[in-house]
């Protein structure tokens, strides 16, 4: 169809049918909830609401077994994955690279030739938690999209020396809009000019209201060039991750998200993955995206070869048929002729898509509204 009721469209925004049409009329269009409109005014609506219109693509189509819940019983505490964000030179390579130096002095020395951008650190106690290098904010929103909210925990780095900027709001309304708890680091605080007091006042005009200001947001002063308190950040992340009581099932087949892929000239495809749930091995058959593989290899974040992985765990998969989206799901499957059977239905589900996806075709148009 190339019309679809008011009444519709509000269903699968989430949205209630008479603010639908309150934004009509000061459209200066009269429609009641059971009138239909046109495609256009359609997508105008989904704009002004802020929602987005995600494109399907072959990825998107998933496993089937993607969906279904491990049983209680069978679920493991398992370390919070983190992802860093904040407005541009306010600090988070630096904070990332002194986390991880950090870990790494303190675990084995040398020896590091290569390794992946996300990575783990163990914290004094003796607790783990998983840091993503997502590349920026759009990788984060691009991955929720397609249901990969793989992110437990957002800190926030904010320079004590500058202040709220873009960059800063939008990874506010990010945060909220996953529903995930922020901690705020007030970076450059070796800085003179640093002014963290004032942070904490402006960051109330975002509504994030910091345990000093009686609200619920953590935030610790530091600075990631002398690496002052990320003991004390390390341990904001782990309590705030007790509070979360995250769990995952360990013994089962891995199901895992490509955080990154690309073409080594070496290695061939090489994805970094996020594991979700279950234990990856060596040797293990897996579909991902529209193609199947097997384990040859599985590399940490120092960069040695393991033989497994589990859940929260960052690590690099060699083995892929082809390289795969960022947000693609990898899952494992019992042996070679079911990875075979999968990809090719995902491969025939992917083909209906961008079928049905004519430019005119309203109704696979709307089907993803995020
Ligand atoms: P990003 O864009 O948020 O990743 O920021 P970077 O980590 O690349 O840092 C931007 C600039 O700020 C670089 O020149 C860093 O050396 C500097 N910087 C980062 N953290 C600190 C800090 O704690 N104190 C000071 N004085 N400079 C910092
Ligand atoms: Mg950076």
Do not use: W
């Amino acid at each position: 169809p190339e019309a679809i009721t008011v009444g519709e469209l509000a269903k699968r925004m989430g949205e209630k049918g008479a603010d639908l049409v309150k934004e009509l009329f000061n459209l200066d269009m009269m429609v009641t909830v059971n009138q239909t409109i046109d495609q256009d005014t359609a997508e105008l609506l989904v704009d002004q609401f802020g929602h987005n219109i995600e494109r399907v693509s072959e990825a998107d189509v998933d496993i089937d077994t993607a969906e279904d819940q491990d049983p209680e019983e069978t679920l493991k505490p398992r370390p919070p994955v983190v992802t860093i964000m904040g407005h541009v030179d306010h600090g988070k390579t630096s904070l990332l690279d002194a986390l991880r130096g950090t870990n790494v002095t303190r675990g084995e020395a040398g020896g590091i030739t290569q390794h992946i951008g996300s990575y783990q650190v163990t914290t004094k106690d003796g607790q783990k938690i998983t840091f993503l290098d997502t590349p920026g904010h759009a990788a984060f929103t691009e991955m929720r999209q397609r249901g990969a909210n793989v992110t437990d925990i957002v800190v926030l780095v904010v320079a004590a020396d500058d202040g709220i900027m873009p960059q800063t709001i939008e990874a506010i309304n990010h945060t909220k809009a996953a529903g995930v708890p922020m901690i705020v680091a007030i970076n450059k605080m070796d800085k003179p000019e640093a002014n963290p007091d004032n942070i904490r006042t402006r960051l109330l005009e975002h509504e994030v209201i910091v345990e000093s200001m009686s609200g619920d947001v953590q935030d610790v002063e530091i600075s990631a060039k002398e690496k002052t308190n990320l003991d004390e950040l390390l341990e904001k992340i782990a309590l705030q991750a007790e509070l979360l009581e995250l769990k995952a099932r360990p013994d089962r087949m891995a199901e895992a998200r490509v955080i990154e892929a690309q073409l080594d000239k070496g290695r061939g495809p090489v994805a970094t993955v996020l594991i979700t749930r279950g234990t990856l091995k060596r040797g293990d058959t897996f579909v991902v995206g529209t193609q199947s593989g097997r384990v040859r290899a599985i590399v940490n974040d120092q960069g040695k070869q393991i033989k497994e992985a589990g859940p929260a765990m960052p690590v690099e998969v060699l083995g892929l048929g082809g390289v795969p989206r960022a947000g693609d799901v990898l899952a494992v499957v019992e042996n070679e002729q079911r990875a075979r059977e999968v990809a090719q239905y995902r491969q025939e589900k992917a083909t209906e898509k961008r079928t049905a996806l004519a430019p005119t075709n309203f109704d696979t148009m709307f089907n993803n509204i995020a």
